[in-house]
């Protein structure tokens, strides 16, 4: 995987000439549906749905599988909401093969498949009013994301189908559920979760790459430029990965290895075919927020400074996010791998010690942070487990409205 940052660097000079990157309003050119799921001969449909301060997130629905006969009944079919990582996109669930992605493997195995896509991604569609040019677009960190982007998505599913839904995240997405979880709005949309390389704390963290760009760059970046995108593709990203590998700690020959550690599965001769969709741009602050958590130890609201958190939050420091305000009857299910270099296992041990539930725990040896979305092997190794779970569920996701 040595070629990965170079495939990276020539994919993004390609990639930058396309205007539809920076888009303000819905654009057809990127088009989950039309792009990749309707090409492998499942069904899609395209929803836009509306945040409370006014973002326009693209959701995808794959609501049968592959050449099914009874297409009618769809309504029937238990939803599952999958919510993606940091730097990706609702694509992430399906560019493998259809016996290999998740999205398609649980569209077969008679589940209602939703692909949601937070603001920023080039799946989603801008905002009501700001364009993704405007510096204020990208005034928001995982803080929002988890009280904007993911109830608003999550409320349109139930009420879409009827149905309480099947929450599946992986590693940014874990962040964004659990903190929902602790609302009790979003509480009454999820029957159950489960959660791929789950996060809540970083201070274990064993990334060299993140650990030096948590403690020295991101933030001084944020001030000295103002909140604005940051995105792997540009000049800002490519600055920041260069002053990070310049430190003797990080080792950028094998820079996917350096931020998620050794990945064993997944299929390095679909690189060139994974970097035509990501990755996807992220705003500074969000980098910044998880900055906070890898230095502070903390499961907190974004640290404005102690000023800046009395405006904000009417005291000095942020407040944490409570993971004993989820219900114990919260059915939850967790799986980390032994290589998983931000997903550590004495910081997911620390997670489900806060927990009042007791969740179903899966651990893969040798299984880094990408294995989880993108192994040829996921379906045996994982994903059947997270299939029985569902399937215990019962008639636990039909919702009363």
């Known amino acids: 995987m040595e070629e990965w940052f170079s495939l990276l660097l ?64 769809s309504w029937s079919r238990p939803p599952v909401y999958l ?16 016996d290999e992605s998740l999205g398609y493997i649980l569209a077969d195995a008679g589940f209602d498949v939703w692909l949601g896509n937070i603001r920023g991604t080039r799946w989603s569609y801008g905002h009501v009013s700001m364009s993704r040019e405007d510096k204020d677009y990208w005034d928001w960190s995982w803080d929002e994301l ?61 990334s060299a790459f993140l650990n030096v760009a948590a403690h020295y760059y991101i933030e001084k970046m944020v001030k000295t430029m103002g909140v604005h ?7 800002l990203g490519v600055e920041l990965v260069d002053r990070v ?15 998620t ?17 990501e990755p996807h741009s992220t705003s500074l602050k969000n980098l910044a927020h998880l900055a906070q958590m890898i230095r502070s130890g903390t499961f907190a609201k974004y640290d404005y400074g102690r000023l800046g958190n009395l405006l904000h939050y009417y005291r000095f420091s942020p407040p944490s996010y409570d993971l004993a305000q989820i219900p114990a009857t919260m059915s939850l ?32 040896e040798n299984y880094g942070h990408i294995d989880f979305v993108l192994s040829t092997r996921a379906k045996t190794d994982i994903y059947d487990s997270m299939i029985a779970f569902f399937r215990d569920q019962g008639e636990d996701t039909h919702a009363q409205i």
């Open 10 to 73: 020539v994919s993004s000079v390609a990639l930058l000439a396309l205007p539809q990157l920076c888009v303000g309003a819905k654009s057809e050119t990127w088009d989950i549906c039309k792009q990749i799921v309707l090409q492998m001969g499942y069904p899609c449909q395209n929803f836009t749905v509306t945040t409370d301060d006014g973002y326009l997130l693209g959701l995808y629905r794959i609501p049968y599988g592959y050449n099914e006969e009874v297409k009618d009944r």
């Open 83 to 98: 919510q993606h990582g940091l730097v990706q996109g609702g694509d992430t669930w399906v560019l493998n093969n259809p």
């Open 146 to 206: 988890a009280a904007y982007d993911l109830p608003a998505m999550l409320e349109f599913v139930y009420k879409i189908t009827g149905r309480k839904v099947l929450y599946v995240g992986h590693s940014q997405g874990t962040i964004m559920g659990l903190a929902a979880f602790t609302q009790d709005k979003v509480g009454e949309f999820v029957a159950a979760a489960a959660l791929l390389s789950p996060i809540t704390y970083l201070n274990h963290i064993n």
């Open 229 to 235: 995108e940051f995105n792997l593709r540009n000049e």
């Open 245 to 259: 590998c310049a430190s003797p700690i990080v080792d950028c020959g094998n820079l996917l290895a350096a931020l």
């Open 261 to 277: 550690g050794p990945n064993c599965c997944f299929n390095e001769s679909r690189i060139p075919y994974y970097l035509q969709y």
């Open 333 to 364: 299910w967790m799986s980390w791998g032994g290589n998983d270099a931000l997903a550590d296992a004495v910081d997911v041990a620390h997670t489900i010690s806060e927990l009042q539930c007791k969740p179903e725990l899966i651990y893969v």
